[in-house]
DNA sequence: TTGAAAGCGCTAACAG
DNA sequence: CTGTTAGCGCTTTCAA
C-alpha cells in the first residue's frame, strides 16, 4: 500500500475553475495591473477553494522567488540568533520569507552555503561569516544583491552592515586597564589577522593597539581557540595551567568567554573576562559577563531593509556601521592586589 | 564598451562546450546509468571551464530539489540548534543541502514556516514545533514526506523522532522529592496541556503524576509562561515576590530554567531548579544546572537519515524514541530545613 | 480588460 | 551509449 501523493492544484486548475486564463490568475497572484474587480474576485474564490499555493520553483523561472537567504556561522551562538530574529521580523508583512543556510566555521563552509542559497535562486543574500573569499564573492554579488556582516572595508559589489567594532574593542581594553590590568591575554579564533577588516581582526588590532598604548606590548599574549564554548574552555584552561601570568581575558565573542570563565572557575584561578556581543546569557546573574553590546536584531532587520532597497532600485551601495555600548557587569574585577 | 552582466551557463552551454546533448549533461550531472567515461570527462570539464552551477529551481520542474527542509521554534534556545547541527552533518557527503525556516511562537507560524518549506519543493521537511494541526499536517505530508519531532502519538502519515519525556520528566521529580521537596512547581508554556501528547504536555502530566503520587496534588501549581529566557524570568519573579510558598521548580526546558535561576537569584529567595535538555550552558560552573540530557544531535541525524530511507524507498512510518539521562549537578539542592 | 502563446533550465522517456 | 523531444508551472509580451 504505497502513499498517494495526489498532484497539488496548479494556476491551470485555477483558472478553469475561475472560467478564466492563466495569465488572469497570475495577475491577481503578483497584484498586477489590469484585473476587474469582479475578475479578482472570481480568482480569489477559486483558489480558495482548491487551496491553491503558487510553486516558488515555477516562478523562479521567470521572476522573483520572494525568498531571502542568510547565511549563518554558528547556530549555537546566540548573537547570530538575534541577527535572524531581526530579519525575520522586518520581513513581516512582506510577501518574503527568509531562509537561513548553516555554515558550520571556516571560510569554505560560509561561501559554499551561500552558493547553496544561490543556486535556490534567493532573491538576496546576507552573508554573516566575514571571510568569504572576494572571487566567490565577486561571483555571487553578479547574480543577487548581497548584504555582507561585520566587513570594514568597503565595495561596490556589495552592502555593508557592522558593528562599529574599534570603538567596542578600545572600549573594552579601557576598562580592564582601567582596572588596573597589566597581564591581559586577547581570546580569538584560529584564522584572525589583525590586518584583516573583519570584526575579529579588528578587535585584535585594537587589543594590540591598547597593549602598545598603555605600554604593555611585552605582556601582550593572543590565545587561539576553533569556535565554540567548549575548545575556548580547552585552551584557556590550559594557559592557566601552564601558568601563563594573566590576569584578564579580553575574548572576541561572548561565548569564548563563557569558555574562559569556565576554566578559570575549574582551574581556581581568579580572572577578569570581557566578551563581545552581550548575549542574553552574559546578563544572568550566575555569570554577570562584561561585555560589548551590539544591537543584534537592529542589524539583522537593516540588512534586509537594504535587500529590500535593492530590490527597489537602489543602485550604489549602501553601508551602515552600528553603535556598540559596553555593559559593565560582575566577570571583570580588579587584579589582584 | 559596456559590462555586460554575463548570464550564468545553463546545461545548455556546457553541452555545446562539451559537444554533446543536453541529455548527456544531465546524465553526468545526475550520475544516471549509462554514460562513457570519455564523455563524463569531457562534460565535466566544460562545467568546470564554465562554472556550470545546476538551478535548483529548474530541477524542481520535474525532479528532485536535493533540499531538506527544517522548521525550528525558536533560534534562541540551543536545544533546536543541536539538532539542526545533528542534521546538517548527517547530510555531508550526501548531495542535499539543508535549509532552515524560522518559525517564531505558536503553532500557526509552525504549520506557516512547514508551508513555506514546501512551496520552495523541498524533498523532505522536519517539522519540530509540535503543536502543528492535524489538517495542515495531512495536507503537508501529502506531497512530501515527514518527520515530526517530539510527538508520542502515532501516525502513518509521518515518522518521528522524540525523546522519552515520560522517564526524564519522572526523573526530574524523583530526584526534586528524593531531596525531600515538597512544595514543587512546574513552568511550563502557556499552551501545554497534560493530555497533549507533545513533549511538554507529557512532562506536564508526569509532574502532576508525579507529585499526586507523593501525596503532594495540594501543593501542585502549574507556572506558564511564554517562550524565552525573559518571559520566564519575569513569571517566576512574580511568583516568588508575591510569596507563593515554593522551594523547587521543574521547568520544561533549559532557557526556561534560566529565566528562574535569574529570579531566583534577583529575589535572593532560595530556589531548587532542574531543567530539561541539557543545553551547553546547563554545565558551566556557574549555573549548574540540573537537567535531563537529550541527545540532540543525534537526534536530528536520525531524522535526516529518516528522510533519506523515505527516498530510498521506504513506506511504512517510522518512529523512535530516544533515552533521556538526568544530569544531576549544583541548581538542585536539598529544601531549607 | 482579457487571453494565447512563447519560453525559463532542467529531467526523463523514448529512439536511434 | 547518445541524442531528440516533450513537458514541469509559472510570467510576460503581444494581440484581440
Same mark, same amino acid.
Given at each position: ?16 475553475? #475561475? ?165 591581559? #591575554? ?80 575549574? #582551574? ?70
Amino acid at each position: 500500500m504505497s502513499v498517494e501523493r495526489p498532484r497539488a492544484a496548479t494556476i491551470e486548475d485555477v483558472a478553469q475553475v #475561475a472560467g478564466v486564463s492563466r495569465a488572469a490568475v497570475s495577475k491577481v497572484l503578483r497584484d498586477a495591473y489590469g484585473v476587474s474587480d469582479a475578475m479578482r474576485e472570481r480568482v480569489t474564490a477559486a483558489m480558495t477553494q482548491l487551496n491553491y499555493r503558487p510553486r516558488i520553483a515555477a516562478r523562479a523561472m521567470r521572476g522573483r522567488t520572494y525568498t531571502l537567504g542568510i547565511e549563518l556561522p554558528d547556530l549555537a551562538n546566540h548573537f547570530f540568533a538575534r541577527i535572524a530574529r531581526g530579519a525575520t521580523g522586518a520581513l513581516e508583512g512582506t510577501p518574503y520569507q527568509l531562509i537561513i543556510a548553516p555554515a558550520e566555521a571556516g571560510s569554505r563552509e560560509g561561501l559554499r552555503a551561500l552558493e547553496a542559497l544561490v543556486d535556490r535562486q534567493v532573491d538576496g543574500v546576507i552573508a554573516v561569516s566575514p571571510r568569504v573569499d572576494e572571487a566567490g564573492l565577486e561571483r555571487i554579488s553578479a547574480s543577487v544583491p548581497v548584504v555582507m556582516f561585520g566587513r570594514h572595508d568597503t565595495s561596490d559589489r556589495y552592502d555593508v552592515v557592522a558593528g562599529d567594532d574599534a570603538s567596542g574593542a578600545k572600549a573594552a581594553m579601557r576598562h580592564l586597564l582601567g582596572l588596573g590590568h597589566q597581564h591581559i #591575554a586577547h581570546l580569538t579564533l584560529q584564522e584572525s589577522g589583525a590586518h584583516e577588516p573583519f570584526p575579529h581582526g579588528v578587535r585584535l588590532h585594537e587589543y594590540e593597539a591598547a597593549m602598545a598604548a598603555a605600554g604593555l606590548t611585552g605582556n601582550a599574549v593572543v590565545w587561539r581557540t576553533d569556535e565554540g564554548e567548549t575548545p575556548s574552555y580547552g585552551v584557556v584552561r590550559r594557559m592557566l595551567e601552564a601558568g601563563t601570568p594573566v590576569t584578564a581575558v579580553f575574548a572576541a565573542h561572548d561565548e569564548l568567554a563563557f569558555g574562559a570563565m569556565r576554566a578559570a572557575a575549574e #582551574a581556581g584561578v581568579p580572572l577578569a573576562v570581557v566578551g563581545y556581543d552581550d548575549v542574553p546569557m552574559a546578563s544572568h546573574p550566575a555569570l554577570g559577563l562584561t561585555t560589548v553590546h551590539q544591537p543584534g536584531e537592529a542589524m539583522g532587520a537593516r540588512a534586509v531593509q537594504m535587500l529590500l532597497e535593492r530590490f527597489a532600485g537602489r543602485t550604489e551601495p549602501a553601508r551602515e556601521i552600528f553603535d556598540v555600548e559596553l555593559k559593565v557587569r560582575t566577570s571583570a574585577g580588579a587584579p589582584p592586589a
